[in-house]
């Protein structure tokens, strides 16, 4: 069963899915079933009482399952301070009440709470603990000594190879966003797997124990032998797919846990002055299969390794240790790392969602305190101290190659995240069972075990059951039940199903989200029907904010109830806030509009699309002096509501000029592109003044800096009917970024309409030279030789 695991959790995409850890988890209740049972008839435990790895493993899932328990608001506000000035500022001390609800029937904000800032999360993690955990004990209880290591190196020697051979088919179809060639991914993918580093980590798993085989078969037939030619070749393939990968981790972790088993290992095998000599001839043989398989992007990716070029994750880890100290004790929770850096992120960074400190001993930290973060480092040290202890009290080197592998994934968890997919989890933790079973053989005689002890451990086992078997089947469920709710297109199918999946997973903050969402849409679908009826296509273009006013059927106020609800799980998502606010009219008892936008300010203060919701509110209760304010800051962060906005204003009694100084930065391009969506009329007086506006603050800044900003500025004056000027600065930035083709395009077209045709030729000329499958330039060139010839005679005449 554990070689079962082992072999085939790559490959539904790592087991990342909670169909996939459904039937895993059902795998590790059967295999520690089997344990129990035989530790109670044989009554032995293999030191297992005294395995450093075991009690590290039940501290981490015991810390984790408290994050979760609710306790006195007095006692987290010192273990978890932060976490409880979230509570008392971003929920409100009376809920909020719609129509007909009763004030007692609505449960009121508690005074116990989690340590934890994301609980559900935390679960999740905590049952994901406890099976690892379970999956351990009952593997020492059944692997015994460790005999059956030689058929978990041949399992993995033959796993290794199908998932390079996968891998490198994929690479070389070029279908490498497309996962067996039929499942999309949002980027790209290498193998079953939807990110290249967890291919990696997978494979060096797989790596270790092959090498460990080759010298086995090296040290027991020689070098020559088929067996150890063969194995040598699938290591080559699969460092070569590791490479490919463009994993760059990957590739210097598996090289220096090489070069530490060549140091650790060559005075204890025979034959160890060829040991380094072999270590080379994997290289070559490496380098041979990547110069036949690779190619440049591959190549020029891992030259950014020794050219210093390579990703510099410094400013990633410093915002990162910015939790360690606002979350020193009890961390942020298991999992709460994604909310909690996007809480506390500085607003240049944007709303991107970072799903990972890229350093899992750093994440460890920030999520579980110092506490966890200590045990992750002694069951690292733990698990590696077994691995050695094994192979120095043996001299196997099938224990060399455990050592290879974990070795491995601890070096390269220092800059990627892996150790969390769950097939690199369950891989890992079946090598370490097998290294701390042989480790040990070398302990002494260990004394009978107490009469209470097996019983005391059962039930250890079963309270793990139970916390790693009920978190995973009401994910099972509820997800089962999301999934029902996507394919669904009928509203009513849809809300049923998201119903459904909460009550399995009643803290799901994202299903309230859809709920609320979708009673949201419901009404401004049936409001804007309305809207149609009485003022026909010109509803079309009001915006959604403006239809929240009437809510004949009552979605309104299921969508307050969701985003209440949604509210009271997490806090720190802007979102039920700013749904909260915009649809306050409907509620009987709430606090001001200004608090609850102030909220989804406070935790998204570094996302554009929570200010431009924000400005949206304001602007529907006519409060335009804060509407412009929140639109500022949207714009600042970025551009991309520029053209909603300006939608706003042209519906707005606000001037433009109060617009351009109260809502617009200090930059004459985004003034420029927001002429666009302010004047639908060429025609109009103020349209010529803006323009004039942007060409003369362009001016004021003539040090511009991009090929864009040149274009707008001649624009600006063309449309001021400045045109010589336009001339003079289309030609100031032709002379400033010579190889830009919509800037020469430009000039070369404003040069013909002054009758330059002489001077725009050599422009056409260039273009056509340097873009000679755009035919409509070699055109253009050869009309304005035509008419710089013609213009030369008539003047020649004169």
């Known amino acids: 069963m554990l070689i079962g695991l082992f072999v085939l959790t790559p490959w539904p995409f790592g087991s990342a899915s909670p169909a996939s850890q459904f039937v895993v ?10 344990g129990a049972y035989v530790f109670w008839t044989t009554r032995q435990e293999f030191g297992l009482y005294r395995d450093p790895l075991a009690w590290c493993l039940l501290g981490l899932t015991a810390w984790t399952w408290c994050q979760t328990v609710p306790l006195p608001a007095s006692w987290v506000a010192v ?24 004030p007692e029937h609505v449960p009121r904000r508690s005074a116990w709470l989690p340590l934890s800032i994301a609980p559900l999360e935390t679960q999740r993690l905590g049952a994901q603990l406890a099976g690892i955990t379970l999956l351990y004990l009952g593997g020492r209880l059944l692997v015994g000594r460790g005999c059956h290591l030689r058929h978990l190196t041949w399992a993995a020697c033959g796993t290794g190879l199908l998932l390079s051979l996968t891998g490198i088919i994929q690479y070389l179809s070029g279908e490498q966003e497309r996962i067996y ?67 760059r981790g990957g590739v210097l972790a598996l090289s220096a846990s090489l070069l530490l088993s060549a140091l650790l290992g060559a005075s204890r095998l025979p034959h160890h002055r060829t040991l380094w000599g072999g270590v080379i001839l ?36 410093q915002n990162a240790w910015r939790l360690v100290a606002l979350f020193p004790l009890s961390g942020t929770g298991g999992g709460g790392y994604t909310i909690a850096e996007l809480v506390t992120r500085p607003r240049h960074l944007g709303p991107i969602l970072s799903t990972t400190a890229h350093n899992e001993y750093l994440e460890a930290w920030i999520e579980g305190g110092i506490l966890r973060g200590v045990a992750t480092l002694l069951l690292v040290f733990f698990t590696l101290r077994h691995a050695l202890r094994a192979y120095r009290s043996e001299g196997e080197a099938l224990s060399l190659g455990c050592f290879v592998s974990l070795t491995a994934v601890a070096l390269h968890s220092i800059v990627d995240a892996g150790i969390h997919v769950p097939s690199v989890a369950l891989g890992a933790t079946i090598l370490a069972t097998f290294a701390a079973s042989r480790a040990s053989n070398a302990q002494p005689a260990q004394p009978p075990i107490k009469r209470w002890s097996p019983c005391c451990f059962l039930v250890l086992m079963g309270i793990l059951a139970l916390a790693v078997g009920l978190p995973l089947h009401w994910d099972y469920r509820a997800d089962k039940w999301q999934q029902r709710a996507a394919a669904t297109l009928s509203f009513d199918e849809a809300t049923h199903c998201l119903e459904q999946a909460l009550r399995w997973r009643p803290r799901d903050f994202e299903s309230w989200e859809q709920l609320a969402a979708l009673h949201l849409q419901r009404g401004i679908d049936i409001s804007r029907i309305g809207h149609w009826v009485v003022a026909g296509p010109a509803a079309a273009l009001l915006p959604a904010d403006l239809m929240t006013l009437s809510d004949s059927a009552g979605h309104f106020q299921a969508a307050l109830r969701a985003s209440r609800a949604a509210c009271d799980a997490q806090p720190l998502w802007p979102g039920p806030h700013l749904r909260i606010a915009a649809l306050l009219r409907h509620a009987q008892q709430a606090e001001n509009i200004t608090v609850y936008l102030t909220r989804a300010q406070t935790v998204g203060h570094a996302d554009p699309d929570v200010w431009f919701a924000c400005g949206q509110v304001w602007a529907a209760s006519a409060n335009w002096t804060a509407a412009l304010h929140c639109w500022k800051e949207s714009l600042v962060r970025s551009p991309r509501h520029l053209p909603s906005i300006c939608r706003w204003i042209a519906m707005s009694p606000v001037p433009l000029d109060h617009f351009r100084q109260h809502a617009l930065p200090d930059d004459p391009l985004l003034w420029y592109q927001a002429a666009k969506y302010l004047f639908l009329r060429t025609d109009s007086p103020q349209r010529q003044q803006w323009y004039s506006l942007v060409a003369e603050r362009f001016a ?13 500025w001649a624009d600006a004056l063309i449309q001021c009917s400045r045109y010589l000027q336009s001339l003079e600065v289309l030609q100031h930035g032709v002379q400033q970024f010579p190889h830009d083709r919509l800037l020469r395009e430009m000039f070369a077209i404003q040069l013909e309409l002054e009758d330059r045709f ?41």
């Open 700 to 712: 004021q800044n003539p040090s511009t800096t991009e090929p864009l900003a040149f274009r707008a």
């Open 25 to 34: 988890m059902l795998a590790i209740l059967a295999l520690a079933g089997w």
């Open 79 to 102: 273990l978890n301070p932060q976490a409880a000035e979230w509570h008392a500022t971003l929920r409100p001390a009376q809920p909020e009440l719609t129509v007909g609800e009763i």
């Open 282 to 317: 994997l290289m070559i043989a490496s380098a041979a299969w990547l110069l036949w398989l690779g190619n440049e992007a591959v190549l020029t990716r891992l030259a950014t390794l020794w050219r210093g070029e390579a990703d510099n994750r410094t400013s990633l880890w």
């Open 181 to 247: 060639g039929h499942f999309a991914t949002d980027g790209p993918s290498f193998g079953p797997f939807v990110n290249k580093n967890h291919f990696a980590f997978q494979i060096e798993l797989m790596f270790g124990l092959s090498f460990g085989l080759w010298l086995a078969e090296w040290r027991r037939h020689g070098w020559r032998s088929p067996v150890a030619v063969g194995v040598f070749f699938f290591l080559g393939l699969m460092l070569s797919a590791v490479v490919l990968s463009q994993s």
């Open 758 to 798: 002489a001077e725009a030729r050599i422009h056409w000329e260039w273009l056509a030279e340097h873009y000679p499958d755009h035919g409509p330039y070699a055109r253009r060139a050869a009309a304005a030789r035509r008419a710089a010839t013609l213009q030369q005679v008539i003047g020649s005449q004169r």
